[in-house]
């Protein structure tokens, strides 16, 4: 097989298993919204926020540090891998466990305290199998970790089933979270020894390298989990867990719809960066802009439909009693389409290589939304926890995109972008008319609606139309 072959194959598993792990992760969510309810589910929110929080921490940019230093020509690959690999492990321990004794000192419910210390081990795991991602990529076998991570996400879907069947509660929830990802750790294990044998490895000198390669990834990391994750944690010490739960629904309905940019992007970040590393600035600025275009033909709809849907859909997904959250949704949907550019001029960034330029700017961002957390959501709750990320994630785009445009010497086509808000704009009136359909009917109305106007306006790029008109090789 051709590594062409090989990458373009390796390309489709790993969208397919990210689909197929966020179909089962809606599911998911669909179950536990409507047996744990808006309070139930808001300390399930907490526990998992809290421990996302020390998640990204110990997380320290290691998973692209083990994927270029495995890739070096001169690298020992066993050597390298085993002693990421238990650096994480070593971290993960220290983190994690301090996550389970500072949870004890916060002024949450015992019910809570207890998800976070059992929790722990849960997200312990997930961050041993992320790192061994960096391995599956480099040997293009990411159906191996595909396969890991759907029976992993299957079979929590089927233990938060038996737990709604039989009426168990949170704890009962958290003991299957740990169960899958203890499972899918265990395949991950399994699957990696057949590519490099991973084992512990305590190589000082080189864990100081693995630190000094790291360190500007890491810092830039633990600034993007204080505007990230800060929301919650502020929210769930100041507001009831019924408001952390509606906030929590429908914050996760953003997480699935920004999966779309960042796989995108994993697959435009290759050619970028070989464009610009062999100094086509040419063929840089003109992928630049096509993916800016592709950005905006998905992120400008993805607003304008949520708007007029946003109550029914949050019923559809969570649950009626998570309707009421139609109004925080509209909000947030707006900081999902800031995601869609800070994600594209965010992988650039990585392409020109000014990772450590951009520190200032993720440093600014923490500083000034969590300055507004804290303002802000004692007094008024939800809705201005989910301003306050709209601002954050406008904040970074904007930044990013004026450090890459600077850096490129290049501006961004405004053209598709203009025609798209025309034709959603008209999608948008046409959805306001249509509140006695079902929202799945309204979803297929509006994007048919959307695209039909967008063709007609000339914002289809004449490359995607080329390929339907044209026929299918015998």
């Given at each position: 097989?051709?590594?062409?072959r090989?990458?373009?194959?390796?390309?489709?598993?790993?969208v397919a298993?990210?689909?197929?792990?966020t179909?089962l992760g809606?599911l998911?969510?669909?179950?536990?919204?409507?047996?744990?309810?808006?309070?139930?589910?808001?300390?399930?929110?907490?526990?998992t926020?809290?421990l996302?929080?020390?998640?990204?921490?110990?997380?320290?940019?290691?998973?692209?540090?083990?994927?270029?230093?495995?890739s070096?020509?001169?690298?020992?690959?066993?050597?390298?891998?085993?002693n990421?690999?238990?650096?994480?492990?070593?971290?993960?321990?220290?983190?994690?466990?301090?996550?389970?004794?500072i949870?004890?000192?916060?002024?949450?419910?015992?019910?809570?305290?207890?998800?976070i210390?059992?929790?722990?081990?849960?997200?312990?795991?997930?961050?041993?199998?992320?790192?061994?991602i960096?391995?599956?990529?480099?040997?293009?076998?990411?159906?191996?970790?595909?396969?890991?991570?759907?029976?992993g996400?299957?079979?929590?879907f089927?233990?938060?089933?038996?737990?709604?069947?039989t009426?168990?509660?949170?704890?009962?929830?958290?003991?299957?979270?740990?169960?899958?990802?203890?499972?899918?750790l265990?395949?991950?294990?399994?699957?990696?020894?057949?590519l490099?044998?991973?084992?512990?490895?305590f190589?000082?000198?080189l864990?100081?390298e693995?630190?000094?390669q790291?360190?500007?990834?890491?810092?830039?990391?633990?600034f993007?989990?204080?505007?990230?994750?800060g929301?919650?944690?502020?929210?769930?010490?100041?507001?009831?867990?019924?408001?952390?739960?509606?906030?929590?629904?429908?914050?996760?309905?953003?997480?699935?719809?920004t999966?779309?940019p960042?796989?995108?992007?994993?697959?435009?970040?290759p050619?970028?960066?070989?464009?610009?590393?062999?100094?086509?600035?040419?063929?840089?600025?003109?992928?630049?802009?096509?993916?800016?275009?592709?950005?905006?033909?998905?992120?400008?709809?993805?607003?304008?439909?949520?708007?007029?849907?946003?109550?029914?859909?949050?019923?559809?997904?969570?649950?009626?009693?998570?309707?009421?959250?139609?109004?925080?949704?509209?909000?947030?949907?707006?900081?999902?389409?800031?995601?869609?550019?800070?994600?594209?001029?965010?992988?650039?960034?990585?392409?020109?290589?000014l990772q450590?330029?951009?520190?200032w700017?993720?440093a600014?961002?923490?500083?000034?939304?969590?300055?507004?957390y804290f303002?802000l959501?004692?007094r008024?709750?939800?809705?201005?926890?989910?301003w306050?990320?709209?601002?954050?994630?406008?904040?970074?785009?904007?930044?990013?995109a004026?450090?890459?445009?600077?850096?490129?010497?290049?501006?961004?086509?405004l053209?598709?972008?203009?025609?798209?808000?025309?034709a959603?704009g008209?999608?948008?009136?046409?959805?306001?008319?249509?509140?006695?359909?079902?929202?799945?009917?309204?979803?297929?109305?509006?994007?048919?609606?959307?695209f039909?106007?967008?063709?007609?306006?000339?914002?289809?790029?004449r490359?995607?139309?080329?390929?339907?008109?044209?026929?299918k090789?015998?």
């Amino acid at each position: 097989m051709s590594l062409t072959r090989a990458i373009a194959g390796n390309t489709a598993v790993q969208v397919a298993g990210r689909f197929i792990g966020t179909a089962l992760g809606v599911l998911t969510v669909a179950v536990m919204t409507r047996h744990l309810g808006r309070a139930g589910y808001g300390e399930f929110t907490t526990v998992t926020s809290f421990l996302q929080f020390f998640g990204i921490l110990v997380d320290f940019g290691l998973t692209l540090t083990m994927i270029r230093m495995i890739s070096d020509a001169d690298a020992d690959e066993e050597k390298v891998a085993s002693n990421i690999f238990t650096f994480r492990l070593v971290s993960g321990a220290a983190f994690f466990g301090a996550a389970a004794v500072i949870g004890l000192f916060f002024p949450y419910p015992a019910t809570v305290k207890a998800g976070i210390a059992l929790g722990s081990l849960s997200y312990f795991c997930i961050s041993l199998s992320s790192v061994l991602i960096g391995v599956f990529q480099k040997k293009l076998a990411v159906a191996r970790s595909a396969v890991a991570e759907i029976a992993g996400r299957a079979l929590l879907f089927g233990g938060v089933v038996a737990v709604s069947l039989t009426g168990r509660g949170l704890m009962a929830i958290i003991a299957v979270l740990v169960l899958s990802n203890v499972v899918q750790l265990a395949l991950c294990l399994v699957f990696v020894q057949r590519l490099t044998r991973v084992r512990p490895a305590f190589d000082l000198s080189l864990w100081r390298e693995i630190f000094r390669q790291s360190w500007p990834l890491g810092v830039s990391v633990a600034f993007n989990l204080v505007y990230l994750k800060g929301d919650v944690i502020v929210m769930s010490l100041s507001r009831s867990q019924a408001e952390v739960g509606l906030y929590g629904a429908s914050y996760k309905i953003i997480d699935v719809m920004t999966i779309i940019p960042m796989v995108f992007m994993g697959l435009v970040l290759p050619p970028l960066t070989a464009a610009w590393t062999s100094g086509d600035r040419a063929s840089f600025v003109r992928r630049l802009g096509r993916a800016f275009d592709l950005m905006s033909l998905l992120a400008v709809p993805m607003v304008l439909g949520t708007l007029p849907l946003a109550g029914d859909l949050m019923g559809f997904v969570a649950g009626p009693d998570f309707a009421a959250a139609g109004p925080l949704l509209c909000i947030l949907i707006l900081a999902g389409a800031m995601v869609f550019w800070s994600a594209l001029f965010g992988h650039a960034i990585v392409a020109l290589g000014l990772q450590r330029k951009m520190i200032w700017g993720y440093a600014a961002d923490a500083a000034v939304s969590l300055a507004l957390y804290f303002l802000l959501i004692p007094r008024f709750g939800a809705p201005a926890a989910a301003w306050v990320t709209v601002f954050s994630e406008a904040f970074i785009a904007a930044a990013t995109a004026v450090v890459v445009l600077r850096a490129a010497k290049a501006a961004v086509p405004l053209k598709t972008l203009g025609r798209s808000v025309l034709a959603a704009g008209i999608m948008y009136l046409a959805l306001l008319g249509t509140s006695g359909l079902h929202v799945i009917w309204r979803v297929t109305l509006g994007i048919a609606v959307y695209f039909v106007f967008l063709f007609l306006f000339g914002g289809l790029p004449r490359e995607i139309i080329e390929q339907l008109r044209r026929p299918k090789a015998a």
